[in-house]
């Protein structure tokens, strides 16, 4: 195969930050004027407790088959990994039984006129779900075979198709904006399924017509049909009917034991994962801690306080994901694997490390000067008064940091770690969910909602520990030390040191009489850091810089 596994999560995770920034800012966009016109309670309802129900599901019945099966296929078929994605589907439709029974019967709603609403919403979401999942074998074939622009699409129709039907319907009747949001959800989601498999059955049908040269279209260039179909020698699929499951004789013969042992490990694991994942909003949900006014204020603060980690460190994430299962495998010592893969990939995990870990150092020293000057422009005066917003999203800069640095080393152990060492790993996941479930709650009694964020911080410390502990002994009778990414450099360090410093001398001069001026102080400030840090990696910048030049090139000969 000769695709370019580098490249491709690369060129991924650049299209998926892009894809996230748009997104972000169309919610943003959405939930301010919810505030200001439907109110905090809707706000919180639908982003807290209906989007955790969606979380819940997705979580718990793709996440374990994805990773899974995109790990290395050299001992299963595409049969085996057909079926086994499948399960997915009979699961989700179990668990959105079991859950909205949940949501509906045993979290308190508070506001009986939003109950047949929230009812609606409910059920619209978990089918939404289900619907979803009948095109992750699609999903999953795409991201194997490198179709980036695909998912990129898609994504984008979909986030124009849900904003389209939901502002269509409150801005018609501001009183159905629970029905809006199930309808949107519903409906996108349909779209983007629908065009899978309206993409794969052209694809399939016209690929031999491309291999013997007799493959023209007047909406489609040819040289956008030559990236479509070169390098797919490897593409085995020849009618859209190989995508659906096929019994192949018995049960043992259907599903490969080693993939369903592997899928299960991840399922254990997701469990756990989801508690510390969204483990503030059940707490949320499941106690009167906060009332759904103020989730929405928590729920907004935290979304701002996340765009780094939804927009950069997500995506990095998930493509270094893809990227570490196709470089390294999990069964075999490092020392008996192609050296140069494990060379390129210590290379990769290390500039990863010192890139994510500086941008969240970057995060956490601007933002305890220009939190206040977000907030502000975002909410409003009312929006900031009394202060706990601000409050929140300072203490949430601290979180991003450690968000930034657990993100990449967790990634790297999940995706190298092998079944029983995933199995082992579970049972400690269980610790950190219990001691992360507890921790919220009594924090939260103690500091208000400022406890949700001290609590995250506890545990992906914890957690951080752990995977550093996992690299450090699978690279320890190496010559290779990928954690020194972690080490950023003196120059960085100073000059951003220096530039806290004149930001907060900044905002307290400044702020709120001469905002833009403040503003363009910290513009400034932020540019001779990133100058600063740069200068200290001008060898990965350099690198990347000629990997991006080799690729238009490529793209132009083409």
């Known amino acids: 195969m000769a695709r370019n596994i580098l490249m491709s999560s690369l060129e991924n995770a650049s299209f998926n930050i892009l894809i996230q920034i748009l997104f972000r800012c169309i919610t943003f966009i959405i939930n301010a004027w919810v505030i200001r016109n439907v109110g905090h309670e809707i706000l919180g309802i639908m982003n807290v407790r209906l989007l955790l129900l969606e979380s819940t599901i997705l979580f718990l019945s793709r996440e374990p088959f994805n990773r899974a099966c995109l790990g290395r296929t050299d001992g299963f078929g595409w049969s085996h990994l057909i079926n086994q ?13 079991v859950f909205v029974y949940i949501w509906l019967n045993w979290l308190p709603l508070g506001n009986p006129e939003h109950a047949y609403q929230y009812t609606f919403g409910c059920w619209s979401v978990a089918f939404s779900c289900v619907l979803e999942l009948c095109s992750a074998n699609l999903a999953l074939v795409a991201q194997h075979f490198c179709f980036i622009k695909l998912k990129i699409v898609l994504d984008t129709l979909h986030i124009f198709v849900r904003t ?66 070169e390098n797919m020698d490897d593409f085995q699929f020849t ?23 592997l899928t299960f490990s991840f399922a254990k694991q997701g469990f756990v994962k989801q508690l510390l994942t969204e483990g503030e909003k059940y ?38 994901y893809f990227y570490f299962t196709q470089m390294v495998s999990r069964d075999l010592p490092l020392h008996k694997q192609d050296q140069n893969k494990i060379q390129e990939s210590c290379a990769v995990l ?51 940091v450690l968000l930034a640095i657990n993100g990449v080393t967790e990634c790297y152990s999940f995706a190298t770690m092998t079944s029983s060492q995933l199995n082992s790993y579970n049972y400690l996941m269980v610790i950190f969910s219990v001691s992360f479930l507890v921790l919220s709650y009594c924090l939260t009694y103690i500091f208000g909602p400022i406890g949700f964020i001290i609590s995250n911080c506890i545990n992906m410390f914890a957690r951080i520990m752990h995977s550093i502990h996992f690299i450090r002994n699978k690279y320890k009778d190496t010559e290779y030390k990928p954690l020194n990414g972690l080490l950023v450099g003196k120059i960085f360090l100073s000059t951003l040191f220096i530039a806290g410093f004149v930001c907060k001398i900044s905002e307290i001069r400044l702020f709120p009489s001469f905002i833009l001026l403040h503003i363009l102080v ?37």
């Open 85 to 97: 994605i499948w399960l997915s589907v009979p699961i989700s439709s179990l668990l959105s039984i």
């Open 164 to 229: 389209l039907l939901f502002l269509s319907i409150i801005i018609y009747d501001r009183s159905l904006a629970l029905i809006a949001f199930s309808i949107a959800q519903v409906g996108s989601i349909f779209v983007v399924v629908l065009s899978y498999y309206i993409f794969f059955y052209w694809y399939v049908k016209n690929k031999p017509l491309y291999a013997k040269g007799a493959l023209k279209s007047q909406l489609i260039p040819d040289a956008v049909l030559h990236k479509l179909y």
């Open 239 to 261: 009618s859209i009917q190989e995508f659906l499951p096929k019994y192949l004789g018995s049960i043992s013969t259907t599903f490969n034991k080693k993939l369903s042992t």
């Open 283 to 320: 707490v949320m949900s499941m106690s009167p801690v906060m009332t759904f006014s103020e989730q929405a204020t928590y729920d907004v603060v935290n979304n701002l306080g996340s765009l780094a980690a939804r927009f950069v460190f997500r995506p990095i994430e998930d493509s270094s």
């Open 350 to 400: 290390s500039n990863v490390c010192k890139t994510v870990s500086s941008i969240g150092l970057i995060v956490l020293v601007f933002g305890q000067s220009y939190s206040h000057t977000l907030l502000l422009l975002y909410g409003g005066e009312a929006f900031v008064a009394g202060g706990l917003p601000v409050q929140l999203l300072r203490s949430h800069c601290l979180a991003i």
């Open 522 to 558: 910290g513009g400034i400030m932020l540019l001779c850091v990133l100058i600063a840090w740069g200068y200290e990696n001008r060898e990965l910048v350099v690198k990347m810089h000629r990997k991006i030049m080799n690729k238009e090139e490529k793209l132009s000969v083409d």
